[in-house]
């Protein structure tokens, strides 16, 4: 390997496949999350989806997934060009720095020039081509040392996301709508969402990052030094027959911190942080209500059908999602939220998606984990 | 058998378990009707509580039940001190007047002074002793040659049920409260049921019948020649070994007409109608928004639950009845109806539970049988 390689040469997509979804109960569920899904009616899971729009960028053999060990078989059912080299089983959920860190550690220890990209499994994107365009713009700037996110102008002050300040322009070839990233911004409160959607200078961050593996993990080490030498430590035996030894040792003491304060944060603080704003629209379908709204086209009067129900529906509108085979009849119901699973059904309206998640938490503590 | 008989000796009650109950789908079946759910929460069916109800007046070997053959099975287990000679089964339904004329007739054979009392197998009465001093009040009224009805005194404007115009007090011993029926009246529109509610007159038509059965079917002869032969002819053999043969011959061609154009409205216009105010409360549960008012003790906040569903609500309103051991999830909606069962599933809400029985009719007519 060596560093004269061109920027998209040294490009390797992560999928951190993980989360489960506890908004879209009862359909996500521990074992089965979201990005294992067909959520949008494509046809294909989001996770399907995911890779499909990865695999032109630099080709199929160039990306790796991180997953808990078990969705294992889902994943690999679900994506048939995945060789097992570019699998990384995580024991338990560790949250994103340990899951992203240590694909970039593996990657790291096979090309040390390596420059990655995290993708999330379970985000809907659907003009592929802007996409890939905009990881280009994205790749061609972390070669020149950055950490590089992609932003998302908001279509509303959205209080579920946190917020990216762009500050001037880059001069990078290749790279002509990229920015200097001034800070992060976590979820707001609606006052100053509208505020950061009204000035113009801000994006969302919709956590993805391109940067050169070594890079991203000086910053680990920088802010998360025990996290770093346990992930280093797992990376080294990887490649080995020690792999299984180590990771069982090391795994379960591994820090739980979102890669947004390890990395994003401090080195946004020391300037070397950049955003390329996307063209393409992006969601990240956190509850049953975004999906409506993705499904409806914004057509308030739609009855989204996700699945294979048979149904009728009579002056009813909002989303049905199907994972059974009965008839599901619905009379004068609007912007009504009703999901059928074998073993549990949830009946809300839009209004309510996000409630989903506190149900989920009830459930877990009254002892109905057996739905969970 | 003679006339000098006291006439509660001569009382016979008849349970006519018919009709689908569509409003009720898919909790009510064509396999499985309304009068064999709980729809009270009570621990037994309709029919069980109606049954119950009738066995103290004259005791549990003097109720005959009429029902279609296909709940043959259903009816004998629900009842098990009804004996085969107290069940008569319909080949198909043909409507009241065969039904209860029918079993009018096999009971005058065997007891040709017998009065009986159809009481419908799928209404709702809690007050069970102010239920039986109102049948013996009609049964010493009936014994004066009449055909008495139970009158309902009406708690709302309902255009859903046939109004009862009340006369003159008459002056029969043992029935203080028995009055004259001026008329009967068809269901009406709303200010017409406006009017007969405030002027104090009227009393809903429940449906219930007491009179001595050859009385009745007098009143069948008259207005119903051909029926009334037909029936004649299978009650003649009903009792013998030509059941069979008589009845399937007949029964395909008997006229479908409801008993209050056959004998209520005309005996009526000849005078020969009297009523007995209720002092019970009664309920026809026509849908599930009736059945929802009925559990929540007009409470508006109120989810009523019926079925062993694990239910999880939360700030929801309505009612859930459940038919599997799923587990039901309703966040922050009111006045709901979900009806949860194995092959169907139906969400609605109370202002529109009289629109599921043109649901069935689409489902009719749209070819899916297999789920009525």
Do not use: C
């Not at 390329?276 to 992006?282: H, Q």
Request: charge should be negative.
């Amino acid at each position: 390997m060596s560093n004269n390689r061109a920027p998209i040469d040294r490009f390797f997509s992560v999928i951190p496949a993980g989360g489960i979804g506890s908004r879209l109960w009862p359909l996500s569920r521990a074992s089965a999350p979201k990005f294992l899904h067909d959520l949008t009616g494509s046809g294909q899971t989001l996770l399907q989806d995911t890779w499909d729009r990865l695999v032109p960028i630099a080709g199929k053999d160039r990306i790796l997934v991180v997953t808990g060990k078990v969705h294992k078989s889902a994943v690999l059912e679900q994506i048939e060009d995945l060789s097992t080299d570019n699998l990384v089983l995580e024991l338990s959920p560790k949250d994103s720095t340990a899951a992203i860190a240590l694909a970039a550690a593996i990657l790291m220890k096979r090309e040390p020039d390596v420059i990655i990209g995290s993708f999330a499994a379970d985000h809907v994107i659907t003009e592929d081509v802007a996409f890939q365009a905009a990881v280009h713009e994205a790749v061609a700037v972390a070669a020149t040392g950055k950490i590089v996110t992609i932003g998302i102008a908001p279509t509303e002050p959205s209080v579920g996301f946190g917020y990216i300040k762009v500050g001037e322009s880059l001069d990078v070839a290749r790279a002509p709508s990229a920015k200097h990233v001034v800070n992060f911004v976590e979820k707001p409160n609606m006052a100053n969402a509208r505020l950061y959607v009204q000035s113009g200078e801000y994006l969302w961050n919709a956590g993805m990052f391109i940067a050169p593996a070594s890079l991203l993990l000086q910053q680990v080490e920088k802010s998360e030094p025990a996290l770093y030498e346990s992930l280093m430590k797992i990376a080294d035996a990887w490649d080995t027959d020690d792999r299984k030894v180590v990771l069982e040792k090391t795994w379960p003491s591994l820090k739980k911190i979102a890669i947004d304060y390890s990395v994003a944060e401090p080195a946004a603080e020391a300037g070397l942080v950049a955003v390329v704003p996307a063209t393409f629209s992006w969601h990240d379908v956190g509850d049953f209500a975004a999906i409506a709204e993705l499904q409806s086209q914004g057509r308030r009067d739609n009855l989204a059908v996700l699945g294979n129900a048979r149904v009728l529906a009579d002056s009813s509108s909002g989303i049905l999602v199907s994972d059974t085979d009965r008839l599901i009849a619905l009379i004068g119901v609007e912007d009504i939220i009703v999901v059928d699973t074998p073993d549990a059904l949830l009946v809300t309206t839009k209004e309510h998606a996000q409630r989903v998640k506190s149900l989920v938490d009830v459930l877990k503590a009254t002892g109905h984990s057996d739905i969970l």
